[in-house]
């Protein structure tokens, strides 16, 4: 664990916040049935525009019966590590760190984009910015299971 | 040609007098730009450049005074800068919005070609301009067959002309091309000028044979202009062009090449009117074409540049058939409210109204009639999650006291900012966003300081491009901040609405004493804002979003950053994250710190509403849009949760003080003040005893 490299470091942190770009807004479009399973059961944090929501099955139900149709473009993203030793909690208490690995850690994604809400192509898209942190999935279950989930989030019109 | 070069270099330079010196020290401008070293080395290419283009000399001699005298350093220095003081007030005052877009870069000369419009490959989709610059290269480099290739160093299309800039040293064999024949048709090249009303000159010279000067030309579309404008009702009235008895004396109607130029010629007099584009916009709010049997908008279709945000624009009593004949306008114009095309065959058809709708979604009156409420554009606007004040979580204003002084120290001392809160864990990475919404049409600087740091992943793929693109530590965060442009951050304090900051705690970050197996908690900082930087002389406002994560640690304040990432893209405005009802009070109402909870918000205004979750006595989800709830009842929950901040009383008896004085949040603290100084509010009114 401690022998990590800084590209294996660099190489899983990278891939996990470009795993989330690439699943979850096209998601918020097309699977929002799915928009729940992105989430750590407790997150810390989900804003949308100042407004809080409580977790992942709240944003799902705002997307599913609130929200017309969403086109999101990510134009820009970024990420970096914040925790290289992440301390996740499982079902049977906290990880020891005897079996932790190198996914053990916890990032930050930053996003930037535009986006076009509705049919009408002749609206002018937003400018969104959009942090997320993930974490790794404390779950057992290793079928069918994401391996970062998100545990805060905060979405910004900026434009 | 020749009268061209003899007004440029002879006496005849009444109107164009203040342009003549503008262009040809444009060069000597840019000398200027570079400081000290190398304005050395310039001496030297300026004697074997410039000489040797003998018959190129179009305006080489003129406004180079300065350099000619090669004597002593400091006192060439002094000379330098008096002139550049000059050329740059004239250019402010004079023709700014021009000199913005036509600066040439470093020190190349500028050719028109024009004809090739009429040519062969015109029909092709870039209008023929690939294989026209191709064969222009290749005519180039026919006459020479050593020494480097001859390059069009970089072009723009400008009404029929094609504008090319190439190194002074190729001006002669540029302008050997005039006359060739290029797919079909000959070739008209000559030094460019770049005030179209110096091209109408031309052609209503040729077309009287007398030759009236650009100033005389330009003095006159001046007046008429004047007659035309009503500033009270901020409306141009174009109308009827060709029976306005001025501009039949100009000639303007005689012959077709000065018809079609005459417009942009005008749109120019009119810009030039103007030392700055907001005055210039606000000027205008109507524009009438009618009766001017226009067929289609090729002829005007600058209208759109010059006037891009009009509101109103008659094209009554025209030609125009269908969509086509204003397909040129189908991007533009996005403000436009009111369109009349009665008396246009355009009306008639089938699909008129729905079409006029889709192109311009903040269309009212058609044809005067009204085709959409203002209330049904203001819903189209409005963002599905709605638009609230900042959520500001932040206990012992740690984050507050962190932001409020970050910006200042990055402007103005990045190391001291470094060595206070920054150690050999901090991890800095910075993103360019290069195609993000802007907030204006306008052109933006390039990113060239940025962008060889830019990692945005979507772009930097390798391995090992993303590790040497992240900067670990004080020192690497430093050197690198020390490679990128100064900046300058609005005041916080004196502009909050420029700025949106959120703040929530965070757990699980690396406990720097290693103690805690569980991590420690900290703060993440997500702030919204913009910035100035100093871009080739020009001021350039940027925006940019910046998340942060804060913990406990050595630094100043006794914290340290984790992490800091920076996202920079064009300029964005601020009025995306102005909370969307304006009625409710958010920005006004000071709020009383409720005990436990809210702390005093950052940016004062604009974050002074502690969120509402965070409230004792308010439930999860309270204020928050939910499923089944309307965005009426969303605001009144959040003005009940200011309300209950405010005065300490329970959900139901804010919501009885608010609902009885009509949602009025003022009227509402009023009463409540008044009721509580007779005593006739019982205790259980309070959340806890008041």
């Known amino acids: 664990m401690a022998t990590a490299t800084d590209d294996v470091l660099t190489k899983v942190s990278t891939e996990a916040a470009t795993e989330l770009v690439n699943s979850f807004y096209p998601a918020l479009k097309n699977d929002r049935a799915s928009i729940a399973s992105f989430y750590l059961p407790t997150p810390t944090s989900i804003l949308f525009n100042g407004n809080t929501v409580a977790d992942g099955a709240a944003v799902q139900d705002i997307f599913q019966s609130q929200m017309p149709e969403a086109f999101y473009e990510v134009q820009s993203f970024d990420c970096q590590i914040i925790n290289r030793a992440y301390p996740t909690t499982t079902a049977t208490g906290l990880k020891p760190t005897t079996e932790m690995t190198v996914k053990d850690m916890s990032i930050l994604v930053m996003a930037s984009g535009n986006v076009r809400y509705g049919e009408n192509r002749d609206q002018l898209p937003r400018g969104f910015s959009e942090t997320f942190v993930l974490v790794p999935n404390p779950s057992s279950d290793r079928k069918r299971r994401r391996d970062w989930l998100i545990q805060s989030q905060n979405f910004r019109l900026v434009v | ?690």
């Open chain 2, 1 to 690: 040609m020749k009268t061209m070069k003899s007004r440029r270099s002879g006496g005849d330079r009444g109107g164009i007098r203040k342009r003549g010196p503008i262009r040809t020290d444009r060069d000597g401008d840019m000398d200027m730009d570079a400081p000290g070293g190398r304005g050395g080395k310039r001496g030297g290419r300026g004697g074997p450049g410039r000489p040797t283009g003998s018959g190129s000399g179009s305006g080489a001699g003129v406004g180079r005074p300065a350099r000619s005298g090669g004597d002593r350093p400091q006192a060439r220095d002094k000379t330098l800068e008096a002139i550049q003081k000059a050329i740059s007030n004239t250019r402010d005052s004079q023709v700014s919005i021009r000199q913005g877009k036509n600066a040439a870069p470093s020190n190349l000369e500028l050719f028109s070609v024009l004809g090739w419009k009429e040519s062969k490959v015109s029909s092709h989709r870039d209008g023929g301009v690939e294989n026209l610059i191709a064969f222009l290269e290749r005519r180039m480099n026919a006459h020479s067959k050593s020494g480097p290739r001859a390059r069009i160093t970089k072009s723009r299309v400008e009404g029929d002309s094609l504008v090319v800039f190439v190194r002074p040293d190729l001006s002669d064999r540029m302008l050997r091309l005039h006359d060739s024949l290029f797919a079909g048709v000959h070739l008209v090249v000559e030094p460019y000028d770049p005030s179209s009303s110096a091209v109408l000159d031309r052609e209503l010279g040729t077309a009287t044979g007398t030759s009236p000067s650009t100033a005389d030309t330009k003095s006159k579309m001046t007046l008429i202009l004047s007659k035309r404008y009503y500033p009270d009702t901020k409306l141009l009235d174009l109308s009827k062009l060709s029976a306005d008895p001025d501009l039949v004396a100009m000639g303007i109607f005689n012959q077709t090449s000065t018809e079609s130029k005459f417009f942009p010629a005008l749109m120019k007099v009119w810009e030039m009117g103007f030392t700055n584009a907001a005055q210039r916009r606000e000027a205008v709010e109507s524009v009438s074409l009618a009766h001017n049997s226009l067929t289609n908008v090729t002829a005007v279709t600058t209208l759109s540049q010059t006037f891009p945000d009009i509101k109103n624009l008659d094209l009554s009593h025209n030609n125009l058939k269908d969509y086509r004949s204003i397909n040129a306008w189908r991007w533009k114009f996005r403000n436009l409210e009111f369109l009349d095309l009665t008396e246009n065959p355009f009306s008639a058809e089938p699909n008129f109204k729905e079409t006029m709708m889709k192109w311009y979604p903040k269309l009212q009156t058609l044809n005067n009639v009204i085709v959409r409420t203002a209330e049904e554009i203001a819903a189209q606007k409005k963002t599905p999650i709605p638009v609230q004040a900042p959520h500001f979580q932040d206990d012992g204003q740690i984050a507050e006291n962190f932001i409020r002084a970050f910006f200042t120290r990055y402007d103005n001392s990045r190391d001291e900012l470094v060595k206070s809160v920054y150690d050999s864990q901090s991890e800095f990475t910075l993103n360019v966003n290069t195609s993000a919404p802007k907030a204006q049409q306008t052109e933006s600087a390039g990113w060239d300081p940025y962008i060889k740091k830019s990692r945005n992943l979507l772009k930097i793929n390798h391995l090992p491009a993303r590790m040497s693109r992240a900067y670990t530590g004080a020192d690497k965060i430093l050197e690198l901040w020390k490679s990128l442009p100064q900046t300058r951050h609005p005041d916080m304090s004196a502009h909050p609405e420029e700025y949106l900051v959120e703040c929530h705690p965070v757990p699980g970050l690396p406990d720097p004493t290693g103690q805690s197996p569980t991590g420690v908690g900290g703060l993440m900082i997500m702030v919204h804002g913009k910035f100035e930087e100093s871009v080739g002389g020009k001021v350039e406002t940027r925006s940019f979003d910046r998340t942060f994560i804060i913990g406990p640690g050595g630094g100043m304040g006794g914290i340290r950053v984790i992490n800091d990432i920076l996202c920079l893209r064009a300029y964005g405005g601020h009025e995306a994250w102005s909370p969307e009802n304006q009625a409710i009070p958010y920005a006004t109402a000071p709020v009383a710190p409720v005990a436990g909870a809210a702390p005093v918000a950052v940016p004062a205004p604009a974050a002074a509403v502690p969120a509402p979750v965070a409230q004792p006595g308010i439930p999860q989800g309270y204020g928050a849009p939910a499923p089944g709830k309307t965005d009426a009842q969303v605001q009144q929950e959040l003005l009940v949760a200011q309300m209950s901040a405010k005065s300490g009383m329970t959900l139901q008896f804010s919501e009885m003080a608010l609902s009885g004085n009509g949602w009025n949040l003022d009227a509402a603290w009023k009463n409540f003040e008044e009721l509580k100084a007779s005593g006739s509010l019982p205790a259980t009114a309070f959340l806890s005893p008041a």
